[in-house]
């Protein structure tokens, strides 16, 4: 048994995949979503992967889904995912697959840069309205490297990592940082999320209008609101509602010029989903669609307008040569009352929400599709940090090539390659990974080694309450769990396993001194 093997599959029951409809060349999901076809079952031959092309490359980040969210994960889901779950079907889905944050901004640095977002300025919260570029300007990114490879790059969607080089972003004059300057050579996308002004597009490094115009604040749904932002200022014409699914018009666009540049270049693209975090705001089309009210509703559009990407993926003939990668910055904003109330576990049963530094914030949904490379049906158990998809991304675009780019001195240092997992099961670079550290909304730390996990504080350190509470007389200071026998973190063993506390806090101060954690 690995040590990595997670209590996930022991402690929860997920949905079987042999139990979800084979996909279907542009076959018809809910509302008519359109789908993306299988492909064989065989992986490649060794002959196969030193004269095929560079795969395309599709990273789609979700803002705010939960595992419970998704019917591949979740049989007793409120929820309706025939896109996501025949993506699962036709490639490999990981029951412990962590964002290396419970929050946005800080799990958007660590994909893209393959780096705990700790290390660098940002330890705690996320990025606001007009905060500078969070990502350091000789800092390599999966675009940059993949752009060295002669990939086309482009950037759709949220952002939340900052916008020009100085704060305030001065939206009078081009953007002089941003996903442009950061190996992405074609952008579009919003410069955070929909509930945080200024409320505005921004393409190529320009507001798309600039946000001139000002808007009123709207109540959340939960207080009977028509979705919850704050005011701000806003650009002319621009529709919170509309984001989602423009966001998926600009990369199908992104796709069909791509086909038609016909320029030989392999193409990668990383789309960030505003949805569903709030507001939430599903159109007329999807309420009601589901068991889960609003929130619900807005997932299941999520899975329609991740259909139509994948259904233009397929239409354009790249499907085939493309690793398509789904998966979500943190997990669902759904505490309990939530569940109660609509009998939805958006994060399954594991403790807490978004934020936390208990399970449900961090652990997320982690789909991969990737034909002739993939083994369609494969259920992966290995812990994996949402920071391997920097390495796995690289790996990926070298693993046809007898030459690539040479590598940086820094970057990826908290990322490993997850292709020779993907491809063969082969869990062995995984082994140099000493631990994984999870990290919450105000800072609080944990590691995470095998079964067990340990809690450098009380309390969730984000949403749910109590936030932080200092020690009763006599009580440990910190929180071990072991996930095996305690999936739920119910039982905190730190005072009956003082050695294991040591054991874990010695390999997290070695992480935090150290200046990376895989190499």
């Known amino acids: 048994m690995r040590e990595s093997n997670p209590p996930s599959t022991r402690a929860f029951k997920f949905a079987p995949l042999a139990a979800l409809a084979p996909l279907a060349p542009l076959g018809l999901g809910l509302l008519g979503s359109t789908m993306l076809a299988a492909n064989g079952c065989v992986t490649a ?13 599709v990273i789609v980040l979700a803002d705010d889904l939960g595992l419970g969210d998704l019917s591949c994960f979740n049989p007793e889901a409120a929820t309706e995912t025939p896109s996501l779950d025949r993506v699962a079907a036709a490639g490999a889905r990981f029951t412990d ?20 977002c700790w ?9 606001w309205s007009n905060d500078p570029l969070l990502i350091e300007p000789d800092r390599p990114t999966i675009a940059s490297e993949l752009a060295a490879r002669g990939y086309e790059t ?39 999320s929909l509930d945080i002004p200024p409320y505005c597009w921004f393409r190529d490094g320009a507001g798309d209008p600039p ?52 320029d030989g270049r392999p193409l990668f693209l990383e789309l960030c989903l505003s949805a569903p975090h709030t507001p939430w705001l599903p159109t007329e089309r999807f309420r009601g669609t589901s068991d889960a009210g609003h929130y619900g509703d807005f997932v299941n559009e999520v ?44 994060n399954l049963e594991w403790r807490g929400q978004k934020a936390d530094i208990h ?33 796995t991304s690289i790996a990926a675009a070298d693993r046809a090539n007898s030459t690539t780019a040479a590598r940086p001195d820094r970057g990826g240092e908290d990322s490993i390659n997850l292709v020779p997992l993907l491809a063969d099961g082969d869990a062995t670079l995984l082994a140099g990974r000493t ?3 999870h990290h919450s909304l105000d800072g609080m730390f944990a590691i995470r080694v095998g079964d067990w996990k340990l809690i450098e504080g009380l309390g969730s350190g984000g949403f749910t309450a109590p936030k932080r509470r200092a020690a009763k007389a006599g009580e440990p200071t910190v929180q071990l769990y072991d996930l095996s026998t305690d999936p739920h973190e119910t039982e905190n063993l730190a005072a009956r396993h003082p050695e294991e506390v040591a054991r874990l806090q010695a390999i997290l101060d070695q992480i935090r001194a150290d200046d990376q954690t895989s190499r």
């Open 45 to 57: 031959t060794t002959t196969a992967q030193r004269t095929s092309p560079p795969p395309n490359i």
């Open 435 to 437: 631990g994984i550290v």
């Open 211 to 262: 946000p001139t115009a000002t808007i009123e604040g709207s109540k959340h749904r939960r207080q009977d609101g028509e979705g919850f932002w704050r005011a701000g200022a806003i650009g002319e014409g621009f529709v919170h509602q509309e984001v989602l699914a423009r966001s998926v018009d600009e990369s199908i666009a992104v796709v069909q010029d791509h086909v038609k540049t016909n």
């Open 303 to 346: 899975d329609f307008e991740v259909g139509r990407l994948l259904a233009a993926l397929e239409s354009s003939g790249l499907a085939e040569n493309t690793l398509f990668i789904f998966t979500s910055d943190n997990g669902s904003h759904w505490p309990v009352a939530d569940v109660r109330r609509w009998g939805h576990a958006a």
């Open 119 to 127: 290390r660098g300025s940002l330890q705690s919260g996320v990025l």
């Open 97 to 116: 697959a962590h964002s290396p944050s419970a929050v946005c901004s800080p799990t958007r640095y660590g994909i893209l840069t393959g780096r705990y």
């Open 359 to 391: 399970e449900a914030g961090h652990r997320v949904p982690l789909i991969a599709r990737w034909p002739g490379v993939i083994e369609p049906g494969t259920t992966l158990e290995e812990t994996v940090c949402l920071t391997d998809l920097y390495a």
């Open 154 to 192: 482009a950037f759709i969607g949220k952002w939340h990592l900052g916008l020009g080089s100085k704060g305030p972003t001065d939206w009078t004059a081009p953007l002089d940082a941003g996903p442009h300057t950061v190996g992405f050579e074609r952008s579009v996308g919003i410069p955070s």
